[in-house]
């Protein structure tokens, strides 16, 4: 069974420009997650789909961010603008459904310069 | 709030040493508890959980019990392996909630011949 796929794998831009990250869930798993790991830091979660709605994203900054799961599959997860310290490595996971467990993508790892 | 609170590293043990990171929780509700795992260059792994107290999670000779009266839910290897050096978190999921992982901030396990 393939895993939840992410890219790209690094991105490296200067602050104020735009990045755009891409998940796509094991498939037939009907809930997606965000999150942000900061160095030295636990993830944090910043947004989550059930199929193509959101769930929760009392976290997100939405002034800069914003994520979309326009046909309840894949996932973008967008930056504009981008700050320093939106430097992290920005993790998508998926599981079945709401209650079951998390399997998590290898992640972006984003510098802001 | 949810938090979890994780023994602070780097840990640094002999092969076939006795492995213990510390993890304790505060939590409103009743919550489910984890250990993941994230070897070097991969995505974070689901090592153990536990759903409810006095239940043991083990996997790949870990085990982790949850303990209610001390809101702790510590992890433990008999003996350790070079293999197992990565970065360990715990954390929880309100059973009630929205299926939002907290995670404590991660302990990094080097593990020496």
């Known amino acids: 069974e393939a895993g939840v796929a992410q890219s790209p794998r690094y991105k490296i831009i200067e602050k104020r420009q735009s990045v755009a990250f891409w998940c796509n869930p094991i498939?037939?798993?009907?809930?997606l997650y965000w999150y942000q790991q900061i160095l030295g830091q636990g993830p944090k979660l910043l947004i989550q789909f059930q199929n193509n709605g959101v769930v929760d994203d009392s976290q997100l900054p939405k002034d800069r961010f914003s994520a979309e799961r326009l046909k309840g599959v894949d996932s973008t997860l967008k930056i504009q603008p981008a700050k320093l310290e939106d430097s992290a490595v920005y993790l998508c996971?998926?599981?079945?459904?709401?209650?079951?467990?998390?399997?998590f993508g290898p992640g972006t790892r984003l510098t802001v310069l | 709030g949810d938090s979890v609170t994780q023994m602070e590293g780097p840990v640094t043990l002999s092969e076939e040493a006795f492995l213990t990171i510390n993890c304790t929780y505060t939590a409103t509700g009743y919550p489910s508890l984890f250990w993941y795992v994230q070897y070097p260059g991969e995505g974070l792994q689901l090592l153990l959980k536990a759903t409810k107290a006095d239940d043991k999670g083990s996997n790949k000779g870990f085990e982790a019990t949850y303990r209610k009266e001390t809101t702790s839910f510590h992890l433990e290897k008999g003996s350790v392996q070079v293999s197992d050096s990565a970065v360990y978190f715990c954390?929880?999921?309100?059973?009630?909630?929205?299926?939002?992982?907290?995670f404590g901030t991660g302990t990094r396990l080097t593990v020496i011949p």
């Open positions: 996971a998926s599981s079945l459904d709401r209650v079951d467990t998390q399997y």
């Open positions: 954390a929880l999921i309100i059973s009630t909630g929205a299926n939002n992982l907290f």
């Open positions: 498939s037939g798993h009907a809930t």
